[in-house]
Each structure stands twice: as C-alpha cells, then as structure tokens.
C-alpha cells in the first residue's frame, strides 16, 4: 500500500507541531520558574537590605542614648530619627506609644521607656492586682515563678502543676529574664496578656477591630484594648552614677549608722563646690531625717526649681535599684497600680506632666497633684529618669519587601549603652499600620 506524499507531509507538520509546541511549554516552564527564582532572590535581597537596616539601627540608637543632653531622659520623639530612616535602598522604623492616643489606628514612633511600666520581679501582688486584665490566678502564678519556694499561693502554680504540662516543665523559682516567660504560666491567655493588640505595635489594626471576622478576637468597638504584656517589663533598673560618671551620694538616713556621718559630709562637699555652703547649711536637717527623695524635697521647703538643682546627685541606694517606676513617662495604668493612687489619681497625674513640662525634673513634682502624705508614701518606689529603653524596630528593603522586625531593650545605667535583650519579632505581623503599607506599595509601582 503507497503512502500519498500529502499525507506523509501533512504528518510530518502535525509532529513538528507537538514539538514545537512541546519546546514552547519547556520555555515557558523554564521562563516562569526563572522569573519565579528572580523574585526569590530579589526578595532575599530586600530582606538581607532590611536586616542590615535594622543594624544600622542600632548603631543609631546607641548613639542617640550615649549622648543624651540630660541623663534617664530622652529628647522629644521630633528630635531624633524614628520614621523611614533611609539606609541605602532600605527604611528603618521605631515604633512606639502615643502618649496622648489621638488616633489609634496610625502607629506612633519613639523608644519606649521601660521604667514606666511595672517591673514583674518586685511588683507586689497588690500593685500586679491593679494592672487592667489581671486574674487572681494569674498574679498568684507570676509570683510563684519568680519565688525560690515550692510552696504554691492559694490560686497559684509551682512544679506539681507545670509537671503536668505536655511538655512537662519546672517551675523557675527564679526571677523573671523577659516578658515572654508569661506565656508559660499557669492562667496565661493570649487575651489576657496581648489583648486585642496581637502584633504588639500599639496601633488598633484593621483585623484587631472587626469582631470575630479575623483573629484576634476583638469587640469592634474602635478602641484598642491592651493586654497585660503592655504595661509589664523585668528590666527597669536604675544605675546608681550622676551625669558625670561620678557616684551618686546617698541619703544619709539611709547610711546605717556607720556610714551617715561620711554620707553627710560627702554632701556638703558636693553643696560647697557645686552651690553654695550657705545652701547645704539650710539643708542639713532634711538631709539628716529625709528617706526618700520626695521626703526629702517636703522637707526642704524648696520650690520645685531649687531641688531640681541637687536631686540627681541624691539617692537612696549605695547599689542599683530595681523596678522604680518613672512617673514621667508611665501611663495610667500603670501609675494606678502604685500604692495609694487611684483612677482619677492616675489620670490627673498624665494631665498634668502634659500641661506642665517644665516641671518635670525631678519626681518631687508628684506632690503638686497627689499633696504629700500619697507623695511621701510613693517617694521609695518612684523615679523621673529611664535607664532601659526599648527599640522596636521594623525595616524593608528596595521596594519596601523583605520585611524585617526586631525588639531590643538597651541599658544605659552604666558607663555605655549596651543590649540586655533582643528578639526577632517578624512574626508577630506588619507593625506599621496601612498608611505605610500603602505608601510602601506605591513606591515599588514606581520602581
């Protein structure tokens, strides 16, 4: 049988049609799996760009709090560099809290001063009892972890009851190393300790208001309610060395008996060379009885510019002192855990740092609103400076990919800032709000 020239051409086309066809489909494939790998390593890139953002950072925040113009204090959030610092092809954020919270829903941007919140390792079951969202169990739970017994509280949890965990665990019994721990602990929820601000960066996000459409759960009220993580830290400590390096000077009521007479002269030659003799003469007998720096302003009769004069030079503690509570930078909520101050207390105390600035330098301004029995009573466990801060920091790279974010907490109640704590934080979500998103998006549609 004889094959028509027409019809062996006609399937010699068909073959060359499949494998033409075949040769397009491995390009094609080939074409989009590179296309695929580029996008890869353009957003390695990105993320490589962030990371190296966020180092640069760093770098920046160490030398912001190595130079601060007055020490535990820092500048107006407008005086330093917190938002889209350019670092090459990258962008560095600092997110922070608004004290006044005037829209909650665009993030705010400063370090924040851990001092004022309330320190996990020697707060009091009555001042843990006052934080928003606090459970008995919870609060009976943090003190458990932290104490060196096995004796469990009336609702709290030591080793018998984390020993039944899946995986099993001890109890600490040993002092809190970072907030984190709280998620360990007996009568911890994620509601209870992030509330609706699962990300963590203060800001009321479109998934934090919108019920139970999106986790987390939420009462799409168009507030942000925080957990107990917001107003907690364990690594407030204040150093114990005046801006010049020097060493403070103690109280000489707090000296012991041995060591009140060399306190007291230690003052005086401080008065005489650095004020006046005739000042420190006038003083002596506050300086003798005072037991904390608010006594001690009460009984001076100074104004509250006079005693800001000497106070840095005073403390109450030959050593550093943990968990004071900066009443210049502390929220409400916070500042109504401290024994004696009650809502209105604390809500008149923010109104008034806010009306009156200039009066903040010292704690002694406290009495203005509290009068002085409160004042005197909190005079022990408050301060007005901050010596750890933390840097929440959120970068991307070229095209605003490769999204990075990293907390640390620096200390700078030594000689030179230094990191105590960091943690990779990317996971937690997007922390800088959809304005910047947005933002962010239009700019890799220029590029």
Do not use: C
């Amino acid at each position: 049988m004889r094959v028509s020239i027409s019809n062996a051409r006609g399937s010699a086309l068909v073959l060359v049609l499949w494998v033409s066809f075949g040769l397009v489909s491995l390009a094609i494939y080939f074409g989009h799996g590179m296309s695929m790998e580029l996008k890869a390593a353009s957003n390695s890139e990105a993320g490589v760009q962030a990371e190296q953002a966020i180092e640069g950072a760093v770098r920046y925040v160490k030398y912001l709090l190595a130079n601060l113009p007055s020490q535990g204090r820092l500048p107006e959030p407008d005086l330093y560099v917190t938002e889209a610092a350019e670092v090459g092809e990258a962008f560095f954020w600092i997110t922070g809290r608004d004290p006044a919270a005037v829209d909650m829903t665009r993030p705010y941007f400063e370090l924040i001063d851990e001092s004022g919140k309330l320190n996990l390792n020697t707060a009091l079951y009555t001042n843990l009892m006052e934080l928003p969202f606090m459970t008995v169990e919870l609060a009976d739970a943090i003190i458990d972890w932290r104490d060196a017994d096995d004796e469990p509280r009336s609702s709290g949890a030591e080793s018998d009851v984390y020993l039944r965990y899946n995986p099993p665990m001890y109890a600490k019994n040993a002092p809190f190393e970072s907030i984190e721990e709280l998620r360990m602990l007996n009568g911890a929820t994620e509601e209870l300790l992030y509330g609706e601000d699962a990300n963590g960066n203060g800001i009321l996000d479109p998934n934090e208001d919108d019920g139970d459409a999106s986790p987390p759960s939420d009462n799409a009220d168009g507030r942000l309610d925080f957990g107990i993580m917001e107003y907690v830290t364990v690594w407030s400590r204040e150093g114990n060395l005046q801006t010049n390096g020097e060493p403070r000077l103690i109280l000489p009521a707090l000296a012991g008996t041995q060591g009140s007479q060399a306190a007291l002269t230690a003052i005086q030659g401080w008065f005489t060379t650095n004020l006046t003799e005739d000042r420190f003469n006038t003083l002596r007998p506050a300086l003798t009885q005072a037991t904390n720096l608010v006594d001690l302003y009460i009984r001076s009769g100074n104004t509250l510019d006079e005693f800001a004069e000497y106070d840095d030079v005073l403390t109450m503690s030959t050593n550093a002192i943990e968990g004071l509570v900066n009443v210049n930078t502390a929220s409400a909520a916070v500042l109504n855990t401290l024994p004696g101050v009650e809502v209105n207390d604390a809500e008149s105390l923010v109104a008034y740092r806010d009306t009156n600035p200039s009066a903040l330098r010292s704690v002694a301004w406290i009495t203005e609103v509290l009068g002085q029995d409160v004042a005197r009573r909190l005079g022990g466990l408050i301060t007005d400076k901050g010596f750890q801060y933390m840097a929440d920091i959120s970068a991307v790279g070229r095209g605003g990919r490769g999204y990075r974010r990293s907390r640390m907490v620096f200390d700078i109640s030594e000689d030179h800032p230094k990191i105590v704590h960091r943690r990779d934080d990317s996971r937690s979500g997007w922390a800088l709000g959809v304005e910047t998103r947005e933002a962010l998006l239009a700019l890799r549609g220029q590029q």
